[in-house]
């Protein structure tokens, strides 16, 4: 299969490469990129006059629910999701039912999601058995298996001997331990601490339940040399705390959800249960430290913390509402919304969800680590072409995944997105494609 | 982010629900509070009854154990003519297998007219109050820490009737403020009503020091908190928070912040002493204090009910 994508504005963040120009496509692969040759014939050409054409989007944090909870989310309906969202990579945590810490389950959902080849899963494994938080996981069959790396989603080991030692294992083989930072007796509460949950009578997370995790953490990186990367960052003074922590040059990244860029607490108005997310949407001046972070790099990544919840598990009071928000199609347009707001140029904004997750991913991506997230001659021909100039209202019921549950719905928030994914190419071959284009 | 209206409110700022005192205008406040002083001397009569709520079905749903608050809303309900109907649903909606809003659609369809509903959740009563028929109105009759806006009403009604002016008063709320839907409710409803000054008192477990942000002054010592004040709200301290992380002891509480006549004495002479009960005798509250000159702790009960006739009268009469 040979496709030419015409006409397009290549960007790629990794080269800085900002162009009007062609690229071909064929066995996989980006064969050329601007001047194509006259004996190249395309079975396909694709014409993105007035698109971006962009590097596949790399998205650190989806949960596809599968295996355990297939009634919220199917793995194909939300890799369908991930390729309407223009994402060609992402990384799941291992919180599914059973956890992901036996190869055998590692193996059969990355066979699953080759067989459908939409979008290219990288599975973390539990770093302890069960997320149990006591018994460390088989670190490199796992490995074997495809793991990129490895974590305890929303489950804090409280052993700080346990923690330790997980993380003096994965340093010893070079693995990255992926962590968010929480405490796991402060963080107990539904909201973010602050005079919105004081109001309407919500238990609290205070900002002192992430900072105590990260100083735990940071200081155990220091005396075991593991890398971490630090998952969903929701305050300033964790950022404060990375910043340092980058400064001394310990080995650690960081990403931040779309939600947190863009939501606050006071978003909660009258108790909505779509804002019950984890970690807890906080103050103002936390978001635009978020905001300022990851746009001086401070902080590496953007996710989408995709978490498909199904509507009984939603329409509940907002304490026993479960937390997360649907996210992979949305990430994009937050990406380019936080970008325009920022005053980024596009290559710099859109680094932060291709390139520069890859960088975050490092080793652990193989062969592909050269070339994904990236638009190079010879690479992997993962490409988001999107249209920046047309709008689009976030219509729940119109979304590809099954969680249709979302803060960013028209309906709440009467703000349009910016930028809508024309077609989606992983592996060279077409994983999405827009119908006719509708002015949003 | 587009906010939406308050929805306890109508388009023309009407209550159709009571679901908490913030964001409610003075104006509606202060109506609720006359309304009631029409229904005390019904209270009075031989035939305790008016036919305002007449073939009406009131629905009491308590998701939480309390049988004095469902009481005085069953009177209220029968003094105004209604059909009550008690529904105690001890267990949350969630463990008990049928939804939250399951059970309300269920309701819906034996024709309930009102719900008035008390849960452990905060805000439970906004979303059945977002998912039920627009014919319906909702009471809250006290959800998790959130709120409990008919107390706090029934406490602006005591207040009004013993001093008169709110825009001179200093009130003290002693005790759990940071678990206390009554406490968020009074807060609300003292600084809309124009009082200069409120203070929480209590050890910063109980009153932490982001309760400013509400518009009191923390106060972490039982004399600061009390000297001067006009009123004196001692909240009740729940079993659960006796013995633990927030308080030693119950003997203990007591001793620092339990309010005896000595305490007592450094408020004004003509302070008045409320509690929304059930009180705990000894715990923060002194049996002569309780049943001393300064407390208005009964009269709180009776105006309770009138504050209650006059919540669901109001409600009732306003369309969605």
């Not at chain 1, 149990?132 to 804090?156: K, R």
């Not at chain 1, 936080?338 to 904004?349: F, K, N, R």
């Not at chain 1, 859109?350 to 390139?355: E, N, P, Q």
């Not at chain 2, 305490?263 to 001393?292: C, F, Q, T, W, Y």
Request: aromatic share 4%; net charge negative.
């Amino acid at each position: 299969m040979k496709i030419l994508i015409k006409n397009g504005r290549v960007v790629d963040p990794a080269s800085g490469r900002d162009e009007v120009a062609d690229l071909a496509i064929a066995a996989g692969r980006i064969v050329a990129i601007g001047p194509v040759s006259a004996d190249f014939h395309a079975n396909r050409v694709i014409d993105a006059a007035g698109c971006v054409v962009a590097p596949g989007l790399v998205d650190l944090a989806a949960r596809l629910r599968e295996p355990g909870h297939e009634h919220e989310g199917m793995l194909e309906s939300e890799l369908n999701a991930a390729a309407a969202g223009g994402v060609t990579s992402l990384v799941c945590p291992p919180d599914t039912d059973p956890a992901l810490d036996e190869p055998g389950l590692v193996d059969m959902l990355k066979f699953r999601a080759r067989k459908l080849s939409l979008c290219r899963l990288f599975p973390l494994g539990a770093l302890t058995r069960g997320l149990a938080g006591e018994v460390l996981t088989e670190m490199a069959e796992l490995t074997e298996s495809g793991c990129v790396g490895f974590g305890q989603a929303e489950v804090p080991i409280q052993d700080t001997l346990v923690l330790q030692r997980a993380l003096q294992y994965a340093a010893t083989f070079g693995y990255t331990v992926w962590l968010r930072p929480q405490d796991g007796w402060l963080g107990k509460g539904v909201a973010a601490s602050g005079a919105v949950a004081t109001r309407l009578g919500l238990s609290g997370v205070p900002v002192i339940a992430e900072t105590i995790a990260l100083q735990t953490i940071l200081e155990l990186v220091r005396a075991t040399g593991a890398r971490v990367h630090l998952c969903r960052l929701s305050s300033a003074a964790g950022v404060a705390l990375l910043r340092a922590a980058k400064a001394e040059g310990l080995p650690v990244t960081a990403d931040v959800s779309i939600n947190s860029l863009h939501l606050t607490d006071v978003d909660i108005g009258f108790f909505n249960p779509a804002m019950r997310l984890t970690p807890p949407l906080r103050q103002g001046g936390d978001r635009d430290a978020l905001r300022a972070a990851l746009a001086d790099g401070t902080i590496d990544a953007l996710v989408s913390d995709h978490n498909p919840v199904d509507e009984d598990a939603k329409t509940l009071p907002f304490g026993e509402a479960e937390p997360g928000a649907t996210g992979l199609e949305l990430l994009l347009s937050l990406a380019l919304k936080w970008g325009a707001d920022a005053g980024l140029a596009l290559p710099a904004t859109l680094a932060r969800v291709t390139s520069e997750p890859v960088r975050v991913l490092g080793d652990a991506l193989g062969s592909l680590a050269s070339s994904a997230g990236r638009l190079v001659t010879g690479g992997v021909a993962d490409v988001c072409v999107f249209d920046p100039a047309q709008t689009w209202l976030v219509t729940p019921k119109a979304l590809a995944s099954q969680g249709k549950h979302t803060p960013f719905a028209f309906e709440a928030t009467g703000t349009a997105l910016p930028g809508r994914v024309r077609a989606t190419l992983v592996a060279g071959t077409v994983a999405y494609e827009a119908a006719a284009a509708t002015p949003g | 982010m587009l906010h939406k209206r308050n929805p306890q409110l109508n388009a023309h700022g009407e209550l159709i629900h009571l679901l908490s005192i913030e964001g409610l205008p003075r104006d509606v406040v202060t109506h609720i509070l006359d309304t009631a002083g029409t229904f005390l001397s019904v209270n009075d009569r031989e035939v305790k009854k008016v036919p305002l709520l007449r073939g009406k079905s009131v629905f009491n749903l308590f998701f939480e154990n309390s049988t004095r608050t469902r009481t005085t809303f069953e009177i209220a309900a029968k003094r105004l003519s209604a059909d009550v109907i008690n529904l105690d649903i001890a267990k949350s909606s969630a463990s008990k297998g049928e939804s939250l809003l399951d059970t309300i659609a269920n309701l819906s369809a034996m024709h309930a007219d009102m719900f008035v509903v008390r849960h452990s959740e905060s805000g439970a009563p906004y979303l059945i109050a977002q998912h039920c028929a627009p014919h319906v109105h909702v009471v809250n009759a006290g959800d998790g820490r959130h709120a409990h806006p008919t107390q706090g009403l029934l406490d602006m009604y005591t207040i009004r009737h013993f001093k008169k002016d709110f825009t001179q008063l200093s009130v003290a709320i002693v005790g759990d403020i940071v678990h206390s839907r009554v406490a968020r409710s009074d807060i609300h409803a003292l600084t809309t009503l124009g009082v200069p000054d409120i203070r929480a008192v209590g050890p910063k477990t109980l009153v932490p020091g982001d309760l400013k942000g509400m518009g009191v002054r923390v106060c972490h010592d039982m004399a600061e908190g009390i000297r001067g004040a006009d009123v004196v709200i001692m909240l009740r301290l729940q079993n659960e928070r006796m013995s633990g992380a927030m308080l030693p002891s119950a003997g203990e509480f007591f001793k620092n912040y339990g309010l005896t006549d000595d305490k007592l004495a450094l408020a004004k002479p003509d302070a008045i002493v409320m509690h929304p009960g059930p009180i705990n005798r000894g715990v923060e509250i002194d049996s002569a204090v309780a049943d001393g000159a300064h407390s208005v702790i009964l009269p709180q009960v009776t105006f309770g009910i009138a504050v209650r006739m006059a919540v669901m009268s109001i409600i009732a009469g306003n369309e969605a």
